[in-house]
């Protein structure tokens, strides 16, 4: 299945990207699913998403749960909770 990834704030700056497109493996069918398969890359992947931080997702731009099941072309988002001022 292939998906779009977008990053944003903090996220995309650690990562260095803010968008990637990817395909991942059958076993891979919600959007907390993406994450804990991103989260095994390591590195900076592991450390900016890792379980224990506190991360908004959106499933086609809608904000989501880590339950919701993702499909072929869709895109996955994560950031940062955002505060005002």
Partial sequence: MNIQLRFFASIRET???DQESLTVP???RTVGDVR???IARGGPW????AEGRILRMAYNQVMTAPETLIS??????FFPPV???
């Fill in 26 to 28: 059958e076993h891979v």
């Fill in 15 to 17: 990562l260095g990207t």
């Fill in 72 to 77: 072929d072309g869709c895109e996955v988002a």
């Fill in 36 to 38: 804990h398969f991103l």
């Fill in 46 to 49: 592991a450390e900016c998403l």
């Fill in 83 to 85: 505060t005002g001022g």
